[in-house]
């Protein structure tokens, strides 16, 4: 995807680092298999826009152009964040419906605060009214509320999501045989395998319990590119209990790996990613040969703001 997508104004001023860097991570658990670990440095992007909410909202700002954004998001949502910065920057209207009517009472957290600040509209929901987010009369009320609006789903997953992460498989292209990435609502993996060579993959670890990311992917692949789009598989033992959970001991490998490499690592998505990348290569996986490629999504929350994030990978 260019920098500046046709009918997305002002988007050539956000000056986004494409296409990201590609850097190899020297690592015995890696190289005493015979593979070879490279970093896809997709949070470095964009400072406000890092990763693949760059990739995700670029095309959805085209569609936009310049009308005013409405899309959802829980109290932590690192989609809610993007959005309302992408507002401030280029100029339009936000408005974010967060679920959980009971936080409308209550001091904004930081991460609210901060969507707040940037001028996003707060909108909070009950939890019933969130999960029915989706069905017609209920978006049809939310569209009386804020007028005419832009409507990004939660987790900025659409079509127009898929088709924008398919720039990052075409990045990759003729590097790697493996293309990696934590999942939360499949957008991301969608576009990825899409993007690819024939001869290359894309494996998805899902960070949600659930089993349901399959149908979501080939879903959206039908709505973005008509049908099945590359080759892509999900390993799902890597969630650590599912929503935002995290264990002591995927802390410490994530602190291990700061160390290592000198990559500040998020724990929600990319600290689960790159634990499943060494067990499978302790398990012998990857043959010996293989070139895979870790796809950094975000980057960590300031330490107060180290709390529940949704599903927006």
Same mark, same amino acid.
Request: with cysteine.
């Given at each position: ?34 593979? !070879?670990?490279?970093?896809?440095? *997709?949070?470095?992007?964009?400072? *406000? ?8 909202? @670029? ?20 989609? =809610?964040? @993007? !959005? ?32 707040? #600040?940037?001028?996003? &509209?707060? /909108? ?12 017609? &009369? +209920?978006? @049809? ?18 079509? %127009? ?6 720039? =990052? ?7 790697? +045989? ?14 990825? +395998? ?5 001869? &290359?993959? @894309? ?16 879903? =959206? ?7 099945? #789009? ?12 599912? /929503?935002?959970?995290? !264990?002591?001991?995927?802390? +410490?490998?994530?602190? *291990? ?15 689960? =990613?790159?634990?499943? %990348? ?6 012998? #996986?990857?043959? #010996? ?20 994030? *949704?599903?927006?990978?």
């Amino acid at each position: 995807m260019p920098s500046s997508p046709p009918g997305a104004p002002g988007l050539s001023r956000l000056q986004p680092v494409l296409p990201s860097p590609l850097q190899p991570a020297e690592d015995e658990r890696f190289a005493r298999h015979g593979v !070879t670990l490279l970093l896809k440095r *997709d949070d470095l992007i964009h400072p *406000d826009l890092p990763g693949n909410k760059w990739r995700k909202l @670029a095309p959805n700002l085209r569609a936009a152009a310049g009308r005013p954004v409405l899309t959802f998001g829980g109290a932590y949502s690192n989609h =809610l964040r @993007a !959005t309302a910065a992408a507002g401030r920057l280029l100029g339009f209207p936000t408005i974010g419906v967060v679920r959980g009517d009971e936080l409308a009472h209550r001091p904004l957290n930081p991460s609210l605060a901060r969507c707040a #600040a940037d001028g996003m &509209q707060l /909108h909070f929901v009950d939890r019933r009214t969130y999960r029915d987010k989706a069905d017609p &009369q +209920a978006l @049809a009320a939310l569209l009386s509320a804020h007028g005419e609006c832009e409507v990004i789903p939660e987790g900025g997953s659409n079509a %127009l999501a898929a088709q924008g992460c398919a720039e =990052l498989g075409r990045e990759l292209r003729g590097t790697v +045989a493996v293309a990696a990435v934590a999942c939360g609502t499949g957008g991301t993996l969608a576009g990825l +395998a899409a993007g690819l060579a024939p001869e &290359q993959r @894309a494996l998805g670890i899902p960070v949600l319990r659930g089993g349901f990311l399959g149908d979501a992917v080939r879903g =959206l692949q039908r709505q973005a590119f008509g049908g099945p #789009a590359g080759t892509w598989s999900l390993d799902e033992r890597f969630h650590f209990g599912g /929503h935002a959970r995290t !264990t002591p001991g995927l802390h +410490a490998f994530a602190d *291990d790996f700061e160390d290592r490499h000198g990559l500040p690592v998020e724990r929600l998505y990319v600290a689960k =990613l790159l634990y499943a %990348l060494t067990v499978l290569a302790e398990e012998g #996986a990857f043959p #010996a040969g293989t070139a895979v490629a870790a796809v950094i999504t975000g980057r960590p929350d300031a330490p107060e703001e180290d709390q529940p994030s *949704d599903s927006s990978r």
